[in-house]
């Protein structure tokens, strides 16, 4: 039955059609009477022509008179027909365009009442629990809205109201739902924040509802697959799964990877499954790859049998919810993250140490593949080869990237150790390694071709031509016990390179030389403070340095024909490094040497030039230098006793008593007035240093075997022999310097010049004729 707007249109339509028919039949006959008209016209005007006879040229006039009037009338006729048209034609658009109005009104109301009743429909399905049907009754009506929103020009304020109402009716069944879902899926945590993270995880509980509650009292539960499908139709599947695969991964899976003596206990009843955790010792710090699979798969196996392979809705009409499969999304959301987990937290540690042991982790390769493709199984993963079971394949790769950060974290530690733990090495000392592989063949007959050429080289040298044994050997000396711990480590991880593959080994030899390279920058500057104040660990620091550039001259040597072709091109060597750790022990050691003369200058600035020693302050402060000098550079032969090469040592010791005793020289020569009571204490300073000073050279701890350094220590003092000159000079008279100079042949003539013995005498002695012959004689 048609409302009455649809009759009231449909009339509308025909009085418009009958008008028009009308308008036209009438403006026809008004046409045939004008015609009828004209006819009239033209007869009588005929009939009043013919009696008169006028002539042709007043009826040609007339006639045309008559055409115009004729098509005058004509034009006012067209203009009446056309305005009419016109009139017409307006008003039936305009019927057209309400007739159209009408009917998207008409439109809007059903849609209206569609609305309404999705929405009562739905509170009513929700009442009863009905969440599936409900969800359906909630997206038909936003389906309504929708479409009505999308009418253009009906912007009505309803629409607002509409939104809203539907943004609380859904907000309403999430909340019911998330009620519902807390029910079937109840998570119980540690609620202490102080307990460990071990003890937190043994008080996680998952428990999964299988079958609802059925009590008289109260609605039945609805099965937890009408919850999952009821999310899913309003959208919010991915959210909730979202929270949940979180949980999973952090309270389940992380704490299974983490802790080796966690394992999960799966406690299945007729209307629940429960999951939770019991602690078995160990003493693993870290679990096995094989065994975290396994645990991981039965939590995940008994989460896709009761919770993640229901069916949700084969028999609905929207295809995107009836084709969800809730393990595939799961495992999107926690596979990226699990992953990670398992590499860093286990795969990570199961990387072997040792090439050796590089076969045994084919079985992790191999448990890997065999979780994956469990997983695929269950439909947590799709596609192909995932980065886990890459990572796990590439060990060859994973191997050489730890053992070089092994390798140089170790390096690392010894060089920020102490240095003054020491070790006494001597030519004799050798660094214990296993004996090398044997080298493949054509290596072995270069090395049988080299043997022989060196063994011909030696034969036809003469007995008087042979080196000595230790002839290129370090001398005996004290390095740091952490510096051999690491030329032993060197040593370890090129001897590793020799049986691992060609990539491993390349890496592995370039990790020794960034040992080398992280030495050269790591430790000056880590042990900075110290080596500048310390003169002991400047000296073992420059040993140190030595030790490593001895045996860097050959470390690449000794493994060249055992390491990979590709670093047989002449690549294996150390010896670029061996300059640079010779400059850096020098420069360490002589910043060291000029701090300490510096120190020894600083304290003869205290002997008042040796000037007027008759004055007792004056003498009081020389001597006092003197003694001094002396005492520092005893003390420095203590530090240094034992742990510079002797050769360092002497030369050392007689580098700085050699400054003090020119700097002495140079104050006593510079000296214009010299009596003789400040000759005689003049004399009796440089007696004590004459006395004293050979005391300072004792490199080795016997006391016994020092005497032959002291003896030579003319060898190691250059002005030594000058400055007992001086002392002699101070004491002599005229006639023995003279004597001494012997005419610029004898001893005094090649300690000083002659102007130096000049101003000597002239501070010596008066002015007297025998002063000026001697003076004379001194040329």
Known sequence: MSSFVTEVLAHSGRLEKEDLGTRIGRLTRRVEEIKGEVCSMI??????????????????????????????????VESEVQQDLHVSIAEFTQLRQ??????????????????????????????????????????????????????????????KSLSVELTIQKQNMLYHLGEEWQKLASWRLATSKEVSSLESALQTELHLCTEPSQKEDETPSPPITSVLLAFALVGELHTKLKSFSQLLLKYIIRPLVSY????????????????????????LEHSSPPEVFTKIRLVLEVLQKHLLDLPLGDDLEDEKVSKIVLAEIVGDMIWEDMSECLIKDCLVYSIPTNSSKLEQYEEVIQSTEEFENALKGMRFLKGDTTDLLKYARNINSHFANKKCQDVIVAARNLMTSEIHNTVKISPESKIALPELPAPDEGNKL???????????EMMNLDTENKLGEHS???????????????????????????????????????????????????????HKENLQKLPQLAA???????????????????????????????????????PGFRRLGTECFLAQMRAQKGELLERLS???NFSNMDDEENYSAASRAVRQVLHQLKRLGVVWQDVLPVNIYCKAMGTLLNTAIAEIIGRITALEDISTQDGDRLYSLCRTIVEEGPQVFTPLPEEKENKKFQEEVPVYVPKWMSFKELMLLLQASLQEIGDRWADGKGPLATAFSSGEVKALIRALFQNTERRAAALAKIK
Do not use: W
């Open 43 to 76: 007869n009588k005007k005929y009939n009043e022509f013919l009696p008169s006879m006028q002539s042709a040229q007043d009826l040609v006039t007339q006639v045309d008179e008559l055409c115009g009037d004729i098509d005058l009338l004509k034009s006012r």
């Open 98 to 159: 309400q007739l159209e109005r009408d009917t998207v009104v008409l439109s809007m109301l059903k849609q209206l009442q569609e609305f309404s009743t999705a929405i009562e429909e739905y509170n009513c399905a929700l009442s009863e629990k009905k969440y599936v049907a409900a969800a359906q009754h909630l997206k038909k009506a936003q389906n309504c809205l929708k479409l009505l929103k999308s009418r253009k020009g009906f912007e009505l304020q309803i629409f």
């Open 260 to 283: 080796p003596s966690l394992h999960a206990l799966i406690d299945t009843r007729p209307d629940t499954v429960v999951f939770r955790f019991e602690s078995v010792a160990t003493d």
């Open 446 to 456: 270069k090395m049988q071709k080299a043997s022989k050429s060196l063994h011909n």
């Open 472 to 526: 290129f050997s370090l001398p005996t000396c004290r390095i740091s016990e952490s510096v051999e711990k690491l030329m032993e480590l060197a040593y370890q991880t090129l001897l590793e390179a020799t049986t691992s593959s060609d990539q491993c080994a390349i890496q592995l030899f370039y990790s020794v030389r960034n040992i080398f390279h992280l030495f050269h920058d790591v430790v000056p500057t880590y």
């Open 540 to 578: 073992i620091h420059h040993n140190n340095c030595m030790y490593i550039a001895h045996h860097l001259l050959t470390l690449g040597h000794q493994f060249k024909l055992h390491l990979a072709p590709v670093l047989c091109d002449g690549t294996t060597t150390f010896v670029d490094l061996v």
């Open 606 to 608: 205290s002997a008042r």
